[in-house]
């Protein structure tokens, strides 16, 4: 077990240990502000993780089709894109596309003014819950709404759905409808915004799943050529949006905790990094193979959440009903997996062996 956190832990305390030091020398040697700091760190690390299970069980579900070393890249290089993309470039970029600031005014902003900064941040939520939300509900409407599959946990709803996957683009049609049954709610420019950002994060899984295409019909081609081929850049590309979809709502969640960017970026990437090591633990244990509803539980999930990220443009849903949710439906999913397991064993034991 300590092989799969290790990293995280070293990451863990390396996170902590800048945390004190930033802490102390803001507060001007502030004990118990520097304590306080150190708090919210932890708390956020610990949201981060817990609402991302589902996260690190859909990676895994992509990862496992990857060979070692991609696996590796994205536990490293897909990390610093976690850290320094989503936690810390992308706030900077919405603060400096909103005010008409340069990236070194945002900064300075975020650091001298963190509750304007804030303001900024979250007054940008409409296209990010419409680009976070479109994205991640075609994820997990495109495991389901697939005509090969054979394996379903919520049958009387899922096989209906594999039926349907046989009229091309059913999915993206199903979006494009809640997205605008949405965006009548709002008012006209948030509308106009959120169909936009919408629209945006649909062409942006198209897109993605374009690259990953191509990418697999070269592999293909070089492997009927008898070259040796161990690329997994589609799939490394695709981990890395979904992974920023998923932080979307944790990052502009985590303005409820702190304003301050520093605290909420070391808070956030201590999470971010034990998402991954959960994933390489998930694959490498074959967990996936073993609890065989585990990932309908999280695409339930993930539907779930694009679902409640749309739908938070127009109603405000506190991250912890989101997070109850997943968790929920992820529960839900293994328990059922585990009951089947036991079912099919004591059939298997039941069963009269041949003399």
């Not at 470039?89 to 900064?117: C, H, R, T």
């Not at 244990?285 to 779930?304: M, S, V």
Request: with cysteine; charged share 15%; aromatic share 10%.
């Amino acid at each position: 077990m300590f092989h799969y956190y290790r990293a995280s832990l070293i990451f863990t305390l390396i996170c902590l240990g800048l945390g004190v030091w930033y802490g102390w020398s803001s507060t001007d040697g502030n004990l118990g502000a520097t304590a306080g700091m150190l708090w919210i760190i932890l708390v956020l690390s610990v949201l981060e993780i817990s609402l991302s299970f589902d996260n690190a069980v859909v990676n895994a579900t992509v990862l496992k089709g990857m060979d070692r070393v991609w696996q590796q890249r994205f536990l490293t290089w897909g990390m610093a894109i976690a850290v320094f993309g989503m936690r810390i470039v992308f706030p900077l970029a919405i603060v400096a596309i909103a005010a008409g600031l340069g990236p070194i005014e945002a900064l300075q902003l975020s650091l001298n003014d963190p509750a304007k900064y804030e303001s900024i941040v979250s007054s940008a939520h409409v296209g990010i819950a419409g680009f976070g939300g479109a994205f991640l509900a075609m994820v997990g409407l495109k495991f389901f709404f697939d005509s090969e599959k054979d394996v379903h946990w919520i049958g009387i709803i899922e096989e209906r759905l594999t039926k349907i996957s046989s009229v091309q683009a059913a999915e993206i049609a199903l979006l494009l409808l809640m997205i605008w049954g949405i965006s009548t709610l709002l008012p006209d420019d948030e509308a106009l915004t959120f169909v936009i950002a919408g629209v945006l994060g649909l062409v942006t899984f198209i897109a993605v799943e374009a690259v990953g295409t191509i990418l697999e019909m070269r592999e293909e081609a070089k492997k009927a050529a008898g070259v040796l081929v161990r690329s997994g850049l589609g799939g490394f590309l695709y981990l890395n949006v979904l992974d920023a979809s998923f932080s979307f709502d944790g990052v502009i969640g985590a303005f409820a905790l702190s304003n301050n960017m520093i605290v909420i970026a070391l808070g956030l990437s201590i999470g971010a990094m034990f998402v991954r090591s959960m994933t390489i633990h998930l694959v490498e244990k074959g967990t996936l193979a073993q609890y065989r509803f585990l990932e309908h539980g999280a695409f339930w999930a993930i539907i779930a959440l694009g679902g409640i990220m749309l739908a938070s443009a127009r109603f405000h849903i506190p991250e912890t009903v989101t997070g109850l949710i997943g968790a929920t439906l992820i529960g839900l999913s293994l328990w059922w997996s585990m009951r089947q397991n036991r079912q099919e064993a004591q059939i298997r034991n039941e069963a009269p062996t041949a003399d």
